[in-house]
T-cell receptor, first 111, second 111 residues
Framework: GQQVMQIPQYQHVQEGEDFTTYCNSSTTLSNIQWYKQRPGGHPVFLIQLVKSGEVKKQKRLTFQFGEAKKNSSLHITATQTTDVGTYFCAGPGDSSYKLIFGSGTRLLVRP | DVKVTQSSRYLVKRTGEKVFLECVQDMDHENMFWYRQDPGLGLRLIYFSYDVKMKEKGDIPEGYSVSREKKERFSLILESASTNQTSMYLC??????????FGDGTRLSIL
């Protein structure tokens, strides 16, 4: 079945360092969404990418959608302690209702 | 803002008990979802519903059932709880082709 894989599973960085998480799908995606889950919280939608090769920025966060629309990345420049949490990518499943989530990357930031 | 309310943040039950997890949304969305979240496994879809009394199995429906008698309420039922169902359970709602909105989650422990 369709799979969405995400690496790394964990990343522990010093505050100020950069961070990247990668998402790969076994099938071509019509779009990809990114969510952030703070410790003790629930996933919150960050952004959706739709176009091949699309790049979007939200302050220190840069999101990319691959040319083949099978992979995506989230890059955080100069991490801060407020970036701590788990980042999930998600792509459409085999029906219009479903989202397939990656396993998430947990980011820890040392102050 | 979309509000998704789960009836309990924490719940402790015993093996063999019938357990009900309740979820209510205030946005009149057709689609509602139940996920479980386990470390390293991300979010796995248990069941979803695209209309009142309509339901479909997700990726891990075994040991669970659901009920959608009213549009705003989607219940997850553990018919006979087992220890391997100890997990975080997240309810979500999603308009077609839009991001998902999650509840705060229920951390369920089965003893």
């Amino acid at each position: 079945g369709q799979q969405v894989m995400q690496i790394p599973q964990y990343q522990h960085v010093q505050e100020g360092e950069d961070f990247t998480t990668y998402c790969n799908s076994s099938t071509t995606l019509s779009n990809i969404q990114w969510y952030k889950q703070r410790p003790g919280g629930h996933p919150v939608f960050l952004i959706q990418l739709v176009k091949s090769g699309e790049v979007k920025k939200q302050k220190r966060l840069t999101f990319q959608f691959g040319e083949a629309k099978k992979n995506s990345s989230l890059h955080i420049t100069a991490t801060q302690t407020t970036d701590v949490g788990t980042y999930f990518c998600a792509g459409p499943g085999d029906s219009s209702y479903k989202l397939i989530f990656g396993s998430g990357t947990r980011l820890l930031v040392r102050p | 803002d979309v509000k998704v309310t789960q009836s309990s943040r924490y719940l402790v039950k015993r093996t063999g008990e019938k357990v009900f997890l309740e979820c209510v949304q205030d946005m009149d969305h057709e689609n509602m979802f139940w996920y479980r979240q386990d470390p390293g496994l991300g979010l796995r879809l248990i069941y979803f519903s695209y209309d009142v009394k309509m339901k479909e199995k997700g990726d891990i429906p075994e040991g669970y059932s659901v009920s959608r008698e009213k549009k705003e309420r989607f219940s997850l039922i553990l018919e006979s709880a087992s220890t391997n169902q100890t997990s975080m359970y997240l309810c979500a709602t999603r308009p077609p082709w839009r991001p998902q909105h999650f509840g705060d989650g229920t951390r369920l422990s089965i003893l």
